[in-house]
């Protein structure tokens, strides 16, 4: 079992930054492919940002490309994401979940993911 715990978020100005961290718990991590997902209220659960196992390889939703930077410390037990230039429409309950299927790739489907984060909120003023 995985026990995955987001924090970094909060209420910032649009324009402005914010860090988030997931880390989790187990001495596996480094087999997982990571992503962030995010769920703003009345809307379904989208797709942000995914890394592999090794932090070599990354892919993000169009929305947030270039904006966005996902990245890992195995040593950590840790997956970033790191969001600058963040707009309102970025505000939303923040989540990241680990893909435990071994050999699996780089996925921005929510149901190839087997662990969840209670999540994180992120709120960005206009």
């Known amino acids: 079992q995985v026990q995955l715990v987001e924090s970094g978020g909060g209420l910032v100005q649009a324009g402005g930054s914010l860090r988030l961290s997931c880390t989790a718990s187990?001495?596996?991590?480094?087999?997982?492919?990571m992503g962030w997902f995010r769920q703003a209220p009345g809307k379904e659960r989208e797709f942000v940002a995914t890394?592999?196992?090794?932090?070599?390889?990354?892919y993000y939703a169009d929305s947030v490309k270039g904006r966005f930077t996902i990245s890992r410390d195995n040593a950590k037990n840790t997956v970033y994401l790191q969001m600058n230039s963040l707009k309102p429409e970025d505000t939303a309950v923040y989540h990241c979940?680990?893909?435990?299927?071994?050999?699996?790739?780089?996925?921005?489907?929510?149901?190839?993911?087997?662990?969840w984060g209670q999540g994180t909120q992120v709120f960005v003023s206009s």
């Open positions: 187990g001495r596996t991590f480094s087999s997982y492919v």
């Open positions: 979940a680990a893909d435990s299927r071994v050999g699996s790739g780089l996925t921005f489907m929510a149901t190839e993911y087997d662990y």
């Open positions: 890394i592999t196992r090794s932090g070599t390889y990354t």
